[in-house]
């Protein structure tokens, strides 16, 4: 009789081990927010929700405040990359390097506001993040209107949606992409990019995706559930998460 106990045992063993082989690999993100410009100073607000967010919905959240992780190791454990508001040269050579190969083995980016005001020297950056920061007026209520009701980060979102953030315009917008969302000019005062001026985006790029929004400037944004599906839809996107 021992020797079957001890039998079902080893079965039960190796039958729980076989089942946690199958378990799929937790999803994981590095959020990023090295800044060599301006500091926004909701970025302490923006990490935390993000980390609440990977709470829950089952993914894991890491966050630097330096480029010490982007080597090739150190990134293998991501599915995606989330620049929060980083600024100007955040990436050495071989940082730069080890990013490209993260993206071109099919993982993922996420760009947040001031990500646009990142690597301007870095050509393969700006196609990338599809753009870069050019102005912006004073913080003010704004007309946005969905583009893409179909897309994750924003299929919850009304087709006309009033909110109050920093409204970037863009320079080097690159061709080829899918822009979800757009700003009306005319409905507030600053605005440079015309009648089509986009606010949020997403596309495929060397090899892995690309979501870019230009919302998450104040504080409030971090607690504003609209907003935060948004995000999380282009988190989504960008793991490969339907």
Same mark, same amino acid.
């Given at each position: 009789?021992?020797?079957?106990?001890?039998?079902?045992?080893?079965?039960?063993?190796?039958?729980?081990l076989s089942m946690l082989s199958m378990r799929p690999a937790e999803k994981r993100i590095l959020v990023f927010f090295e800044t060599k410009g301006y500091y =926004?100073?909701?970025?302490?607000?923006?990490?935390?929700?993000?980390?609440?967010?990977?709470?829950?919905?089952? &993914?894991?959240?890491?966050?630097?405040? #330096?480029?010490?992780? &982007?080597?090739?190791?150190?990134?293998?454990?991501?599915?995606?990359?989330? &620049?929060?508001?980083?600024?100007?040269?955040?990436?050495?050579?071989?940082?730069?390097?080890?990013?490209?190969? &993260?993206?071109?083995?099919?993982?993922?980016?996420?760009?947040?506001?001031?990500? #646009?005001?990142?690597?301007?020297?870095?050509?393969?950056?700006?196609?990338?993040?599809?753009a870069y920061f050019k102005s912006h007026p004073k913080q003010q209520d704004a007309v946005l209107h969905i583009k893409n009701s179909k897309h994750l980060s924003?299929?919850?979102?009304?087709?006309?949606?009033?909110?109050?953030?920093?409204?970037?315009?863009?320079?080097?917008?690159?061709?080829?992409?899918?822009?979800?969302? #757009?700003?009306?000019?005319?409905?507030?005062?600053?605005?440079?990019?015309?009648?089509?001026?986009?606010?949020?985006?997403?596309?495929?790029?060397?090899?892995?995706?690309?979501?870019? #929004?230009?919302?998450?400037?104040?504080?409030?944004?971090?607690?504003?559930?609209?907003?935060?599906? =948004?995000?999380?839809?282009?988190?989504?996107?960008?793991?490969?998460?339907?």
């Amino acid at each position: 009789m021992k020797a079957y106990r001890k039998l079902v045992l080893l079965l039960s063993f190796l039958i729980s081990l076989s089942m946690l082989s199958m378990r799929p690999a937790e999803k994981r993100i590095l959020v990023f927010f090295e800044t060599k410009g301006y500091y =926004h100073e909701s970025i302490p607000t923006g990490v935390a929700a993000l980390q609440l967010l990977g709470r829950q919905n089952g &993914f894991g959240v890491d966050t630097s405040r #330096t480029s010490d992780p &982007f080597t090739d190791e150190k990134l293998s454990v991501y599915d995606a990359v989330v &620049f929060l508001s980083t600024t100007m040269d955040v990436l050495n050579e071989e940082e730069q390097t080890a990013f490209q190969k &993260f993206i071109r083995k099919g993982k993922g980016f996420v760009g947040v506001h001031a990500a #646009t005001d990142t690597e301007y020297a870095w050509p393969w950056f700006n196609q990338l993040v599809g753009a870069y920061f050019k102005s912006h007026p004073k913080q003010q209520d704004a007309v946005l209107h969905i583009k893409n009701s179909k897309h994750l980060s924003t299929k919850h979102l009304p087709k006309t949606w009033k909110r109050w953030d920093e409204w970037y315009n863009f320079k080097n917008i690159q061709p080829g992409l899918n822009v979800l969302i #757009t700003l009306d000019e005319s409905s507030y005062t600053g605005g440079e990019n015309g009648t089509d001026h986009p606010i949020s985006w997403y596309h495929e790029f060397d090899g892995g995706r690309a979501f870019y #929004t230009g919302l998450g400037h104040t504080h409030e944004s971090y607690s504003d559930p609209l907003f935060l599906k =948004h995000l999380l839809g282009g988190i989504k996107y960008a793991m490969k998460i339907k």
